[in-house]
């Protein structure tokens, strides 16, 4: 077991330290401006100096992703349980969610910073909310149609009721692909959450402090708070597939 786990983290690790060696090496060698590309060395100064600002920074837009992540889901989970039991239901909410899968952030952020003010983090939230929501009710609804005949005709013959064939088949056999869903959200929460920061609103998360540090010319520091926003997105990522193996083994996938 160990073994295994040292081959499969050894490739990556190491693909980690070339990369950030052929970077170091090209920015040095090729003198290219900060302003193009900071080298490493220079990211890891400024993330030593503005240590507590990114974490601050990272709690917050952390805290943005979580709830509009978990608002976004559940709204979605529920819509594909209506969806999937009504007809009609289905064909007012699939174009609903084709239509909010291509609203840009762009436009939606500022619009709701007016709405809600700049003062509130509700706007972030609620964009991370959306983003959020179409991928999960796609692949939830995918999940919960596809029942197996032999597994249908085998619920009929026992007579058993909608709630109980959706509580011993539907249900479980959607779990699959609700977290197919979540995976491909967990990451795009961080990012909507990230942008949607560029867009006025409270200067305390991610987005706004590489906006600060760009305007500033302190490239190396904007950086730094990238590195932040890309250990954000890999924590909520992990977190999710460990969630899914622990709820796949309790199902006995």
Same mark, same amino acid.
């Given at each position: 077991? +160990?073994?295994?786990? %040292? !081959?499969?983290?050894?490739?990556?690790?190491?693909?980690?330290?070339?990369?950030?060696?052929?970077?170091?090496?090209?920015?040095?060698?090729? /003198?290219?401006? &900060?302003?193009?590309?900071?080298? &490493?060395?220079?990211?890891?100064?400024?993330?030593?100096?503005?240590?507590?600002?990114?974490?601050? %920074? +990272?709690?917050?837009?952390?805290?943005n992703a979580?709830?509009?992540?978990? #608002?976004?889901?559940?709204? *979605?989970?529920?819509? *594909?349980?209506?969806?999937?039991?009504?007809?009609?239901? /289905?064909?007012?909410?699939? &174009?609903?969610?084709? #239509?909010?899968?291509?609203?840009?952030?762009?436009?939606?952020?500022?619009?709701?910073?007016?709405?809600?003010?700049?003062?509130? @983090?509700?706007?972030?939230?609620?964009?991370?909310?959306?983003?959020?929501?179409a991928p999960?009710?796609?692949? $939830?609804? !995918?999940?919960?149609?596809?029942?197996?005949?032999?597994? !249908?005709?085998?619920?009929?013959?026992? %007579?058993?009721?909608?709630?109980q064939a959706?509580?011993?088949?539907?249900?479980?056999?959607?779990?699959?692909?609700?977290?197919?869903?979540?995976?491909?959200?967990? #990451?795009?929460?961080?990012?909507?959450?990230?942008?949607?920061?560029?867009?006025?609103?409270?200067? @305390?998360?991610?987005?706004?402090?590489?906006?600060?540090?760009?305007? @500033?010319?302190?490239?190396?520091?904007?950086?730094?708070?990238?590195?932040? *926003?890309?250990?954000?997105?890999? $924590?909520?990522?992990?977190? $999710?597939?460990?969630?899914?193996?622990?709820? $796949?083994?309790?199902?006995?996938?």
């Amino acid at each position: 077991m +160990t073994a295994a786990l %040292a !081959r499969r983290w050894l490739a990556p690790a190491l693909v980690g330290v070339v990369g950030l060696a052929l970077w170091q090496t090209l920015v040095v060698a090729a /003198d290219v401006k &900060p302003y193009l590309l900071p080298s &490493p060395t220079a990211i890891a100064e400024q993330l030593g100096q503005v240590r507590p600002l990114v974490w601050s %920074a +990272t709690l917050a837009t952390g805290a943005n992703a979580l709830v509009g992540m978990l #608002a976004g889901s559940v709204t *979605a989970i529920l819509a *594909a349980l209506l969806a999937a039991r009504s007809r009609s239901v /289905d064909l007012l909410l699939s &174009p609903t969610a084709a #239509a909010v899968s291509v609203m840009p952030i762009v436009a939606l952020a500022p619009a709701l910073n007016t709405m809600f003010g700049t003062t509130s @983090n509700t706007p972030r939230r609620l964009v991370v909310a959306v983003v959020v929501f179409a991928p999960v009710f796609v692949t $939830t609804l !995918r999940g919960l149609r596809q029942v197996q005949p032999v597994h !249908r005709d085998l619920l009929r013959a026992y %007579a058993a009721t909608p709630r109980q064939a959706a509580r011993t088949v539907t249900v479980p056999g959607a779990v699959p692909h609700v977290f197919s869903g979540l995976r491909v959200a967990s #990451a795009t929460a961080v990012v909507a959450a990230v942008v949607a920061e560029y867009f006025g609103g409270l200067q @305390n998360g991610l987005g706004s402090r590489i906006t600060a540090a760009a305007a @500033n010319s302190a490239y190396a520091r904007a950086w730094a708070f990238v590195l932040g *926003a890309i250990l954000l997105g890999l $924590t909520f990522y992990v977190v $999710t597939l460990a969630l899914e193996r622990v709820v $796949t083994r309790r199902h006995g996938g």
